[in-house]
């Protein structure tokens, strides 16, 4: 497809499980974004790569969180020992540029749940 | 601490009139903003954006307006249509020094009534 693709779509993991979200960026993207939407919020920013190297992980809330995109293309988040925190939408994004004015194009997202 | 706030979490308007839909930001090193438009169970698309050299930026039926000295901006959609209900989500980022992370508002549920 021409768009940011993210899979599962819906996750649900007990607690203490690991997770791996996936993202496949538009063919061609630099940058690629992962933000994590909780209900009733707005996108929280997670971490940034330009191809292959991440420039700015700021966001993860902790070091169950981590985040690859070896080949400077698809991307994995993958989250440890999950935690009922965690339940959260969590968006892909990527963007043709490397520049800060780049307009960021989302995936669907990927539904977490951990009970 | 919330650096973009969007206080009015839903609004409703009738199709054919205006919608304003309001976003304020504590950060003064924000620099350019955009408006994104949320379906259900799709991700956010990009709809308008403003740089902080300007004070109106206007595609089509949608104009958004910034006044720097409050640290307010607002998007307008003229005439609303049925079509534009969504979640409106503010975003800001720094264009230098800011990581290239856009930092977003917790968005207004927009609802156009026929």
């Known amino acids: 497809g021409a768009g940011v693709s993210q899979s599962p779509r819906y996750k649900v993991a007990k607690r203490g499980q690991d997770v791996a979200l996936r993202c496949d960026p538009i063919s061609g993207h630099v940058s690629l974004f992962w933000y994590q939407q909780a209900l009733g919020q707005g996108p929280e920013f997670l971490t940034y790569?330009?191809?292959?190297?991440?420039?700015?992980k700021s966001g993860l809330p902790s070091d169950r969180f981590f985040a690859e995109r070896p080949e400077g293309s698809v991307s994995t988040l993958k989250i440890q020992r999950t935690q009922q925190e965690d339940s959260a939408v969590y968006l892909c994004?990527?963007?043709?540029?490397?520049?800060?004015?780049?307009?960021?194009?989302f995936g669907e997202g990927s539904r977490l749940t951990v009970l | 601490d919330q650096q973009v706030k969007q206080n009015s979490p839903s609004l409703s308007v009738q199709e054919g009139r205006i919608s304003i839909l309001n976003c304020d930001y504590t950060?003064?090193?924000?620099?350019?903003f955009l408006w994104y438009k949320k379906y259900p169970a799709e991700g956010p698309t990009f709809l308008i954006s403003i740089s902080s050299i300007k004070d109106k930026n206007e595609d089509g039926r949608f104009t958004v307006f910034l006044n720097k000295s409050a640290k307010h901006l607002s998007l307008h959609i003229v005439p609303s249509q049925p079509g534009d209900s969504a979640v409106y989500f503010c975003a800001a980022k720094e264009l230098t020094g800011g990581g290239n992370k856009l930092t977003f508002g917790t968005g207004t549920q927009l609802k156009v009534e026929l």
């Open positions: 950060n003064s090193m924000f620099d350019y």
């Open positions: 994004a990527s963007s043709p540029t490397s520049g800060v004015g780049g307009e960021l194009f």
């Open positions: 790569f330009q191809n292959e190297a991440q420039l700015d």
